[in-house]
């Protein structure tokens, strides 16, 4: 199992808006593949 990249471990996600047809929009993190909803906090970070 490969370990979870540094600025993923802080909590700085890269996150991404991911969309399939049978399923609504959801973010992403493009570097450690962590889930989250499609409503995101108001303090989240988006770089």
Same mark, same amino acid.
């Given at each position: ?14 996150? *991404?808006?991911?969309?399939? &047809?049978?399923?609504? =929009?959801?973010? %992403? ?5 962590? *889930?989250?909803?499609?409503? &995101?906090?108001?303090? =989240?970070?988006? %770089?």
């Amino acid at each position: 199992m490969a370990a979870r990249p540094l600025r993923c471990r802080f909590g700085m996600h890269k996150w *991404v808006l991911r969309h399939e &047809p049978e399923t609504e =929009a959801y973010h %992403e993190c493009a570097r450690c593949l962590k *889930v989250r909803s499609p409503y &995101p906090s108001p303090l =989240a970070t988006y %770089e």
